[in-house]
């Protein structure tokens, strides 16, 4: 089993940014893919990024791609969510979720451990 803890949520205005980070304590961490999704209210979940065991495969929602950044370091047991650009339909509660899968999905129900999100707000 592992425990996912998020951070570095906040407000921040239209066009800034911020980092995300998600720190896991339990089994392995290397032997996770993680996920970031995101929740806005009144909405469903929806996929932000992806990415593999290792590191080498990430993946993004299109309405963020070129914007946002996953990485992770196995070694500290931590993944990041870098979000560049910020607009203010970016605001929602962000998870990091981790799942057994070697690349991860795009389907939250595919992952097996949630954090308890992290609030981001974007202002115009």
């Known amino acids: 089993q592992v425990q996912l803890v998020e951070s570095g949520g906040g407000l921040v205005q239209a066009g800034g940014s911020l980092r995300l980070s998600c720190a896991a304590s339990?089994?392995?961490?290397?032997?996770?893919?993680m996920g970031w999704f995101r929740q806005a209210p009144g909405k469903e979940r929806d996929f932000v990024a992806r990415i593999s065991r290792s590191g080498g495969t990430t993946y993004y929602a299109d309405s963020v791609k070129g914007r946002f950044t996953i990485s992770r370091h196995n070694a500290k047991n931590t993944v990041y969510l870098q979000m560049n650009s910020l607009k203010p339909e970016d605001s929602a509660v962000y998870y990091c979720?981790?799942?057994?899968?070697?690349?991860?999905?795009?389907?939250?129900?595919?992952?097996?451990?949630w954090g308890q999100g992290t609030q981001v707000t974007v202002s115009s």
């Open positions: 339990g089994r392995t961490f290397s032997g996770y893919s």
């Open positions: 979720a981790a799942g057994y899968s070697v690349f991860g999905s795009d389907d939250s129900s595919a992952y097996d451990y």
